[in-house]
């Protein structure tokens, strides 16, 4: 599958809370990730996350997927439509 450079958007609502899920699912794709910005907003209890990955459709989906299903957490990808590399 084709290889391609995008970047995640996280939005995380209540990241006390819930912020150990969101690093936990983080870490398990942390191979796709090439560079992370955190922004704490601790007075309006929002964190936001952006990451710049590079991986296959299917593999950021399986990331914004598992990461969606965390509550509280809205999730946004955008992939580049040039082919960084083919897998075999």
């Known amino acids: 599958m084709a290889k391609r450079i995008g970047v995640i958007g996280i939005v995380i609502d209540e990241p006390k809370m819930v912020g150990d899920k969101v690093n936990a699912v983080i870490s398990d794709f942390s191979h796709l990730i090439i560079g992370r910005m ?3 907003r601790k007075e ?3 964190g936001v ?3 710049i990955i ?3 459709t299917d593999e950021v989906g399986a990331f914004t997927g ?3 299903r965390i509550a509280g957490v809205n999730v946004k990808s955008a992939l580049t ?3 960084i590399s083919e897998e075999c």
């Open 38 to 40: 955190g922004i704490p």
């Open 81 to 83: 439509s040039k082919i």
């Open 44 to 46: 309006s209890q929002v």
């Open 49 to 51: 996350i952006a990451l």
């Open 54 to 56: 590079e991986g296959t």
């Open 66 to 68: 598992k990461l969606g």
